[in-house]
């Protein structure tokens, strides 16, 4: 079944210490997301690629980084975790504006990462 | 005014209850609108796309005022599986990013 995966689903790291979250899809999706998730609050959306076009969000801390080296997977980087940063991260898809295809705006998530910072 | 409005709830109901949810948006060129599913700790799912005047999927209808700049989400003959977070989603006006309201949380009861 063509889907999204995340890796790990969930991770602990210490404060201060960097982290990698992976994100792959079999969608062949144009566009991915990474979306920061709290307690009791809508995902905020932090990032996005439209094919390998790079696009942030201005509220987006530049502790957060993301790569994308190729059409299936994204990656997003914290670069010095705080306390604050202790979230579900998750990762979501969509294809937009792909010639001779039907345009989708939906979103696909994956099932996210759940980090705890200690 | 929040680009997308919810009536946070808790709504409690019994099985097999009528339940409607509300949902405002501020964008009034706002073109594609979304309704989706969160269960506790899981990621969001997308329950019904509400792209013209609105749409019938088994036991869930939305209806789409543009106008008013409303949607709504009925879910009739409630199952306790309905039980979860259900999210106002609106597409922004450059169609990449989705605009999320804050979600309403439903409990269907035995």
């Known amino acids: 079944d063509a889907m999204v995966i995340q890796n790990p689903r969930y991770q602990v790291t210490q404060f201060g210490k960097p982290v990698t979250l992976s994100c792959s899809q079999t969608?062949?999706?144009?566009?991915m997301y990474w979306y920061q998730q709290k307690s009791s609050q809508a995902p905020k959306l932090l990032f996005h690629y439209y094919d390998k076009d790079f696009n942030n969000e201005a509220d987006t801390p530049d502790n957060f980084q993301s790569r994308r080296p190729n059409t299936s997977f994204c990656f997003l980087d914290i670069r010095s975790p705080g306390l604050g940063d202790a979230a579900m991260y998750l990762c979501?898809?969509?294809?937009?504006?792909?010639?001779?295809?039907?345009?989708?705006?939906?979103?696909?998530f994956g099932p996210g990462t759940r980090l705890t910072v200690t | 005014r929040k680009e997308v409005e919810q009536d946070p709830g808790p709504f409690n109901v019994p099985e097999g209850a009528t339940v409607a949810f509300n949902c405002t948006y501020s964008?009034?060129?706002?073109?594609?609108f979304f309704w989706y599913r969160q269960d506790c700790r899981k990621e969001p799912k997308l329950l019904m796309s509400v792209y013209s005047s609105g749409n019938e999927d088994g036991r869930f209808t939305a209806q789409l005022n543009r106008a008013s700049q409303y949607i709504s989400l009925l879910i009739r003959d409630s199952k306790l599986s309905d039980s979860a977070t259900y999210l106002c989603v609106v597409l922004a006006g450059n169609n990449r990013k989705l605009i999320w309201g804050l979600g309403t949380s439903l409990a269907v009861n035995p």
């Open positions: 979501a898809t969509s294809r937009i504006g792909t010639s001779g295809r039907p345009v989708s705006y939906e979103q696909y």
């Open positions: 964008n009034s060129a706002s073109q594609s």
């Open positions: 969608l062949n999706h144009n566009v």
